[in-house]
């Protein structure tokens, strides 16, 4: 749910930086650069975070989670400064309130213990039952959330379920603490296609019932705008385009939002699509100054190549073009 006195997570300026090489050949890439994102401030929302592979979006789930320390900037959440809280209390109060969804669900499981025991483990080393007897009603609790039961999973190893099983146990131990917000990394990549579905209904449920905020990390635009509320598209680092789904998928702003969107597979087999070429492109684009889509952009300017565009508000949304920040100039004039 979000927090009574506003925004429930809020990243200011939230930037990694990773140097690379040593000597003078080191160099530095800068996998996320200044994202400023805000979930659960106007009601309970699938807020979804998409881009192509190295785009930057799995770094700054990790960043969110506490998994890699920012290089600047802070997240707030419940307005406290996540990046400053220290010692084992505060630390556990946050890894209750955030949880992980990953992408392979059978690293979720050791493959040599019974799910179950590490369900029922995990409850009790978080103190959230005292004994096993208490943790199997609060165990069959969670495993209603997600569609199963404790006998479909009671003394079976990882091997013997389903990769569509393993992921809804993943999200079944994320619930087990109550909290409030989901961050799901490509969680429906490592499963067959004929599950995806069933787990991505699942965070729309558990939104729906359960008043979970869900952080969806995917490069999958069609699992992107089924589910999602919002929704973040990102480039080499950067947000370049924010907001209602229906407005940045149905219709985009940004010049590299609308290839991605002409890249997804359509029914009609006669309908030639563009597609996103990026063989040898990487680590030119990261190092690129400008606008790092300017060497695929078909509307590039030549402020484009040596000025990196400002967030303009356009259509009830963000967006960094100086497609549109022109425009705007021109109506201020």
């Known amino acids: 749910m979000p927090h009574k006195d506003g925004v429930l997570l809020k990243t200011s300026n939230l930037s990694k930086v990773f140097v690379t090489g040593m000597g003078f050949s080191k160099s530095r890439l800068v996998a996320v650069n200044k994202a400023n ?3 659960g ?10 881009g192509e592979s190295g785009s930057g979006k799995s770094t700054l789930a990790k960043m969110i989670l506490g998994l890699l320390e920012p290089t600047e900037g802070s997240i707030t959440f419940r307005n406290r400064d996540v990046t400053k809280i220290k010692g084992r209390r505060d630390r556990l109060w946050f890894m209750k309130e955030v949880q992980p969804v990953f992408q392979n669900p059978f690293d979720a499981f050791s493959p040599l213990n019974k799910v179950d025991d590490y369900f029922f483990e995990t409850a009790i080393n978080f103190g959230l039952v005292k004994n096993k007897a208490e943790s199997a009603a ?3 609790e969670n495993l209603q959330l997600v569609g199963l039961t404790l006998r479909d999973i009671e003394n079976r190893y990882p091997h013997e379920l389903s990769g569509g099983e393993l992921q809804r146990l993943s999200v079944a131990r994320a619930l087990m603490t109550r909290p409030s917000l989901l961050v799901a990394d490509e969680p429906v990549s490592m499963i067959d296609a004929s599950l995806r579905m069933s787990v991505v209904n699942l965070f729309k449920e558990l939104k729906e019932k359960a008043d979970i905020n869900v952080m969806y990390i995917t490069h999958d635009l069609a699992t992107a705008y089924y589910i999602s509320d919002r929704i973040a598209i990102m480039l080499r680092g950067t947000i370049v385009e924010l907001g209602p789904v229906e407005k940045v998928l149905g219709h ?8 991605l969107r002409n890249s997804v597979p359509q029914p009609d087999p006669t309908n030639k699509l563009e597609t996103v070429k990026l063989s040898g492109l990487e680590s030119k684009e990261f ?3 400008g606008c790092k889509f300017a060497g ?10 040596t000025a990196e565009p400002e967030v303009v508000f356009e259509d009830g949304r963000e967006v960094r073009c100086h497609l549109y920040g022109e425009q705007k100039q021109k109506t201020t004039a």
């Open 37 to 39: 994102v805000e979930i």
């Open 41 to 50: 401030g106007s009601g309970t929302e699938i807020f979804t975070v998409a």
């Open 138 to 140: 609060f165990l069959e």
């Open 252 to 259: 985009p702003l940004h010049p590299y939002t609308q290839i």
């Open 287 to 289: 190092a690129r100054r």
């Open 296 to 305: 695929r952009c078909p509307s590039v300017r030549d402020i484009c190549q």
